[in-house]
Structures are given as C-alpha cells and as structure tokens.
C-alpha cells in the first residue's frame, strides 16, 4: 500500500509539473490481466487465466442485469454459424479471440465476400461501453448486437429467418425459455449478446499489478512510458483514460483525411460539422493483440501509431486542437510502445467456457476458444 501511495503521489507531482493546466486524469485500476510479453526479457512463462465474474456485480442496463443463463446463451450465440446466410460465418469469425476479438486484417469479408471498409474493433471492454461502432450509431450493446446479422457485407441474413432457424434446435428452444419465458426471439439474442460481452472480462494487467504495489510487474522502460502516457508532454491521458482507456469520445486524429473521399465517421450520424472525420476513442486494453490499428486498419504497428501522434496526426481543417506535434525522442516513442503492452492480459472466455447451461462437449468449446469454430456443434 506505501509503494502504491507513493507512485500515485510522484505520478500527480509529474503531471502537475508538465501538464500546463491541462485536466489531469488519474492512474485508476483497469480490469485486466497478467503480461503475456516482457518487453526487456521476451515471452514470459504463460499466466493465470481470469476467472468467471460475479455476474450480479457486473454494470449493465436496468432491464438487461446480466445473469449466467444470459451469458451461457450468449457464449452459444457468438459461436454460432445460424446467424448468417447461408450458415457460413459467426461473431468469431471477424472477431476472432485468438487475434484480440479482432482480425489482424484492415477490415473484414462478409458471406458474400465484400470486405467492410472499417477495421473490426476489439470487445475488451465492452461493460464500460457506452455507443458501439467506430461512429457511434448503435446507442447500447443490445442495439449494436443485431446490426451486424442484418447487414448485407457481414452476416447478410434476416431476423426472421435467424429465429425460425434456432426454433429448429432444441437447444435454444430450451434456453431461450430458461432464461426469458419464451421462444428465440430477437430481444433475446441481443441481451444475451450483449451481456455474454459484459461478462467478458481480463485478469490484472501488470499496469494494474503495478499500480497495486507489484513493482516488478513494469519494467523500468515501461514505468517511463507510464509517465510520459500520464503526462502533459505524452498527452495520452487526454483521451485514453478510465477503466478502459477511452474516454468515450469521438475525435478527428486525421486518420483517412487526406484521401480524395475520406470517412466522415461520426459526422454520418450527427451531421454536426465539428464531427467531420471524427471516430471513437478506442480502449487500449490489449492493444498489442489488435494490430492494425486506427478505423481503417491503416497503421500496422504500435511504434507507428505513436509516430503518427508525434508527428501531429493528419492536418485537416476539423482537427481536434488536442492533437499537436510532440516532438517525442526516440527512447521515449520506445518506451511508450513498452507501456502499451503493459495493458495486456489473458481473458477469461475458457473460464466462461465452462458455464454448465452451454451444453456443448468440452472437446467442442476447446475447438471453439482454440480458433476452430464448428458448424455444427450439437
């Protein structure tokens, strides 16, 4: 507890120092994991998986309370090929949990093969989560869960269609009544959904270790680009901040500006000129799983996404004015790539994976959170 008062009491002295008046935000506990990589060592030996959470203790909307027979249906749904046409694609399959809930690609192909023309984010984080979607058009977890079956370059397939496919297996027939007194329906899947990704949570991360009182768990090139990230020279904490490093925010960084028809990201959904270009602050948790970065998957490396901050971002003429040349060295870019990876750990989908009311053979849920999603399971 001493180590930890005064990290935090050294850590406010910097930001006061260097900040020049500018909001400070805090070093706050963040719920992840455990480090996956050393930065000065190289792979460290494989960490404790995170357990299931206290489903009752888990934010989330008054008419959706996330429950374990929610979370056991949604663990089901995410995996299951009946949501799109054809029964060829799943959540996983553009948010693959062995590349962070992402992709490792600029964007994703749908059923019929055309590929989307924005990066698939991450769902780290999804509890703290306010909008969905890089724009921010979906205004819950629940909203954003149906959007994606319906959309003809992802699942392309219909609602109606989807429920008279699950009425088929007994499975969900059951399910569906355990744990909302009727049928498949459509509210069904997206609060199952929705609180199978609320449920989805990260052990501590050596941020979080750290911050606790774990003095080896950062090394000292991440403890440097710990304070350049909370300082008035990095700025970094003026947008990714919070539990799960994002604001929440929408900000034109300059991503895509300069080409002949760029994206307008939030502008699309406000129609308010100060959101031209303007995209969600994405959280940092396991950033260093979901490369490429940025809406459109244009930056490969984290090294290149804090040059591109460097350098100022892109200039255009709806800028956020935060975002300004920083003129960084080359060890301090270093470090604060070093940090980053200090807000990695394993999550605890095997750990949901062993829910009892999923109902699928341990050898097929191993298939499933080893990257081999099964057509048909049952």
Not at 106 to 113: E, L, Q, S
Not at 195 to 203: I, Y
Not at 207 to 221: C, D, P, S, V
């Amino acid at each position: 507890m001493k180590t930890n008062i005064v990290l935090l009491a050294s850590v406010f002295v910097l930001l006061t120092a260097c900040s020049g008046g500018l909001n400070q935000a805090p070093l706050r506990n963040l719920p992840a994991p455990v480090q996956r990589f050393n930065v000065a060592t190289g792979p460290t030996a494989a960490p404790p998986l995170a357990p299931v959470p206290d489903f009752g203790s888990i934010p989330a909307p008054a008419d959706n309370p996330v429950t374990q027979g929610k979370v056991e249906l949604g663990f089901r749904l995410w995996f299951e090929p009946r949501l799109s046409a054809g029964n060829r694609m799943t959540c996983a399959t553009c948010h693959n949990h062995t590349m962070g809930f992402s992709n490792a690609q600029v964007n994703a192909a749908g059923v019929t093969g055309v590929r989307g023309d924005r990066n698939v984010p991450t769902i780290y984080g999804a509890v703290h989560q306010r909008e969905s979607f890089w724009d921010g058009r979906a205004k819950t977890l629940e909203i954003q869960a149906l959007g994606p079956i319906e959309n003809p370059i992802e699942m392309n397939e219909s609602i109606p269609n989807v429920l008279k496919k699950l009425e088929n297996v007994p499975y969900y027939q059951q399910k569906f009544k355990e744990v909302f007194g009727t049928g498949p329906s459509a509210e069904g899947i997206a609060k199952a959904m929705a609180s199978f990704e609320r449920a989805l949570t990260m052990a501590p991360t050596p941020y979080e270790r750290f911050q606790k009182g774990e003095t080896t768990a950062m090394n000292e090139a991440q403890q440097r680009g710990m304070r350049t990230f909370f300082s008035g020279r990095g700025r970094c904490f003026m947008c990714h901040q919070g539990q799960a490093f994002t604001n929440q925010l929408y900000v034109n960084i300059g991503v895509g500006m300069d080409k002949a028809n760029p994206d307008l990201g939030r502008f699309n959904v406000t129609k308010m000129p100060w959101d031209r270009g303007s995209f969600k602050t994405p959280t940092l948790l396991n950033i260093s799983q979901t490369a490429p970065y940025m809406h459109d998957g244009s930056i490969d490396t984290l090294q290149d996404v804090v040059e591109h901050y460097n350098k100022g971002g892109i200039k255009n003429e709806a800028l956020d004015p935060r975002i300004v040349p920083l003129n960084l060295s080359e060890s301090e870019k270093t470090e604060l790539v070093a940090f980053l990876r200090a807000l990695s750990a394993p999550d605890n989908l095997r750990a949901l994976g062993k829910l009892p009311g999923i109902h699928l053979r341990q050898d097929h849920i191993e298939a499933m959170v080893s990257g081999r999603v099964l057509r048909s399971p049952e």
